[in-house]
Nanobody
Framework: QVQLVESGGGPVQPGGSLRLSCAAS?????????MGWYRQAPGKPRGMVAI???????NYADSVKGRFTISRDYAKGVVYLEMSSLKPEDTAVYYC?????????WGQGTQVTVSS
């Protein structure tokens, strides 16, 4: 049973932009409390990139502040991550996460590669 599906990843040159999307289905889409994006680079642990709560509050990792923007269409159960001024160190697999009524859902991940 697929719950979260990410899209929008791919290769991009340094300084470029990408927009990631994550659409929820099933119980994951039922009034999530938190919607967020995490990333994992090779050999590193998964870390928070940005989260948005059900009241619209946001939080960003220091490394992406001013460059990334998280937004969501709450009614549709979709969360977005607008990424600009991308750097090679942003290269990672990006995962979306929903927390819905105490249950954590993860997407399958989408690769973002920043390289010239």
């Amino acid at each position: 049973q697929v719950q979260l599906v990410e899209s929008g990843g791919g290769p991009v040159q340094p300084g470029g932009s990408l927009r990631l999307s994550c659409a929820a289905s099933g119980s994951a889409s039922n009034s999530p409390d938190i919607m967020g994006w995490y990333r994992q680079a090779p050999g590193k642990p998964r870390g928070m990139v940005a989260i948005i709560t059900n009241d619209g509050s946001t939080n960003y990792a220091d490394s992406v502040k001013g460059r990334f923007t998280i937004s969501r269409d709450y009614a549709k159960g979709v969360v977005y991550l607008e990424m600009s001024s991308l750097k090679p160190e942003d290269t990672a697999v990006y995962y979306c996460e929903f927390v819905t009524r105490g249950t954590i859902y993860w997407g399958q991940g989408t690769q973002v590669t920043v390289s010239s």
